[in-house]
């Protein structure tokens, strides 16, 4: 069973802060991926990762998917009320088209 | 582009009653998902067609939960009969080939009482 763990769960930080979430897992994918979501909406896609040790940034966000391809990290840079939301990790193994979410990170973030 | 569209939003009803979901995928989309969310377990997959054949059902947890997808505009996710800890919010997603993004509905929440 392919398991994906993200770290924390939970995050309340205030505006300005630094903050970093975690992505493990002892299976290889193929790509990763990070979504976000808000209170009764489905998550929507914020970058996809392909490359072991690439890198991606979007605005304040910055995307590393590991050398191995079995983790990533997603870090914000002096986040914003606006940042608050759910952020998902997804793996696929191959392009079978199979994606497999991590538990979620809830992130708070205080004016 | 209207989106993946699932029907309804809200649903309530009672221990032992069938309970159908809806989604209507992205048109040309060749994949579709059905996903639960629940605080406890996160985002499972239940299982995912591709050109309206299933692929995968491992997700799907017993045999009271069946899906269907009679053509490539529409979907459907039946609990018979449904219990109190199916209630989670059920989301339909649909992509366009196998490492393309996945869109999202706005889900169905479920709730039985």
């Known amino acids: 069973t392919q398991l994906l763990e993200q770290s924390p769960q939970f995050l309340s930080i205030q505006e300005g802060e630094n903050l970093t979430v975690y992505c493990n897992s002892s299976s290889v994918f193929s790509s990763l991926q990070w979504y976000r979501q808000e209170p009764g909406e489905g998550p929507v896609l914020l970058v996809t990762?392909?490359?072991?040790?690439e890198v991606k940034k979007l605005k304040r966000l910055t995307f590393q998917f590991g050398d191995a391809r079995k983790d990533s990290s997603l870090h914000i840079t002096a986040a914003q009320p606006g940042d608050t939301g759910l952020y998902l990790c997804a793996g696929a193994t191959s392009n079978t088209g199979k994606l497999i979410f991590g538990q979620g990170t809830t992130l708070q973030v205080k004016p | 582009d209207a989106g993946v569209i699932q029907s309804p939003r809200h649903e309530v009803t009672e221990m032992g009653q069938e309970v159908t979901l809806r989604c209507k995928p992205i048109s040309g989309h060749d994949y579709l998902f059905w996903y639960r969310q629940t605080m406890m377990r996160g985002l499972e997959l239940l299982i995912y067609f591709n050109n309206n054949v299933p692929i995968d059902d491992s997700g799907m947890p017993e045999d009271r939960f069946s899906a269907k997808m009679p053509n490539a505009s529409f979907s459907t996710l039946k609990i018979q009969p449904s219990e109190p800890r199916d209630s989670a919010v059920y989301f339909c997603a649909s992509r366009s080939s196998g490492s393309s993004p996945l869109h999202f509905g706005n889900g169905t929440r479920l709730t039985v009482t």
């Open positions: 990762v392909v490359t072991g040790g």
